[in-house]
């Protein structure tokens, strides 16, 4: 969508379960090898119980709003606030919805609220995200 197409309150998600194995690929690729999300024995000790997702495992699934539904295609993810609210648990379905607050036509900029909620409805990331819409 062109930042002309997009109108304040227009909104987009996406919805992924996280596998162990997702956790364990994204700590390969970043070489972020934390015990709490790779080490069982250890996590159990923490105040979380168990393993937990990265939380930026967790934001990824906004860039996936941006990049592929809203604005979509050809989108450049320009920044983003984020407050981690809970953990994210290996099995969690989790939700990344995206909400157009501001449009800054003369920039060709929109900011939208972030917010990602688990199955049961809780919010396990929320925040502030801007990106600049494909011009064409």
Do not use: W
């Amino acid at each position: 969508m062109t930042i002309q197409e997009i109108n304040l309150g227009d909104s987009a998600s996406v919805t992924k379960t996280v596998t162990e194995t997702d956790v364990y690929l994204f700590a390969g690729i970043t070489g972020d090898l934390n015990p709490a999300h790779t080490n069982e024995v250890s996590a159990s000790q923490t105040q979380f119980g168990g393993r937990i997702a990265h939380g930026i495992l967790g934001a990824g699934f906004i860039s996936a709003v941006l990049g592929m539904k809203l604005p979509g295609p050809g989108t450049i993810y320009l920044g983003q606030e984020l407050k981690f609210t809970k953990p994210v648990y290996i099995g969690d379905t989790v939700t990344a919805c995206c909400t157009v607050n501001e449009i800054l036509p003369e920039k060709n900029i929109v900011k939208l609220e972030t917010i990602c909620t688990n199955q049961r409805g809780d919010v396990v990331i929320k925040g502030m995200a801007t990106a600049m819409p494909p011009k064409s």
